[in-house]
């Protein structure tokens, strides 16, 4: 069974956000799409985590950067997972799923753009992967080194400016908050092949909502409960899981 939706930063309701548990859990339930976000390391390798200190998620301090990878890789997560590298995660997911990457914190990071094009390169998975960031000056670097890449604006709101902003940065997705979305823009994207991505949908209302917009790639942190609630026929336990 082919979920169509992404699993943001894997199944983190649950497991651990960004692990490669996490990440094979949503794999294992058919889902399309996984989402990860990705910083730098002191030696300059993209590592997989959310936030740009490792303080709410390993048993460590500090920034990222801060680290060598061998230094990250010394710290643990719940249930003794180590942070993942970004080539641990792409291999996990070729020929599998489409996998969306998150440039985070770009500013804090020399050459970020490159170290995960030239990543994506070494795994060859291109036609696999697509990039995303609020930061869309780093968007604009990443289509200099390379007019395959896919990319796609973070916005909170997606609002008529943003259609020139992706012919510019000649973008295949838009990532728009799950409240900043219009009818009228959905299908403007729709006419132009833009594929929307809605984030982050959890809760049941939200779901319904999305329902109308079939075209829209959703994402959730509630895997069970979104494969529950859009394809009813493969759980017998729908109620349970929804509520």
């Not at 259609?163 to 006419?191: M, P």
Request: proline fraction near 3%; aromatic fraction near 8%.
């Amino acid at each position: 069974m082919t979920i169509r939706g992404i699993g943001h930063r894997g199944y983190p309701a649950k497991y651990p956000e960004n692990t490669m548990s996490s990440f094979q859990a949503a794999i294992e339930l058919g889902f399309t799409h996984i989402e990860l976000d990705v910083h730098l390391s002191k030696d300059g390798i993209p590592v997989v985590m959310h936030d740009y200190k490792i303080d709410r998620m390993t048993d460590g301090v500090g920034e990222i950067r801060d680290y060598t990878l061998s230094e990250l890789q010394e710290f643990s997560i719940e249930k003794n997972e180590k942070i993942p590298t970004l080539e641990e995660v792409l291999r996990l997911a070729k020929n599998q799923v489409i996998v969306s990457i998150e440039m985070k914190n770009t500013k804090l990071y020399d050459s970020v753009e490159e170290k995960v094009f030239e990543m994506i390169q070494k795994v060859d998975m291109i036609e696999q992967v697509y990039v995303i960031s609020f930061d869309h000056k780093s968007l604009a670097k990443l289509r200099e080194l390379s007019s395959e890449v896919k990319i796609g604006p973070l916005v909170n709101k997606l609002r008529r400016s943003h259609f020139r902003l992706i012919e510019k940065l000649d973008a295949s997705y838009i990532a728009v908050k799950h409240d900043g979305l219009k009818e009228k823009y959905v299908n403007r994207c729709e006419g132009l092949g833009i594929q929307v991505v809605a984030w982050t949908v959890n809760s049941v209302e939200q779901m319904q909502r999305f329902k109308k917009y079939p075209s829209v790639l959703v994402t959730t942190d509630e895997l069970e409960k979104y494969k529950a609630y859009h394809y009813p026929d493969t759980s017998s336990k729908l109620q349970k899981v929804i509520v």
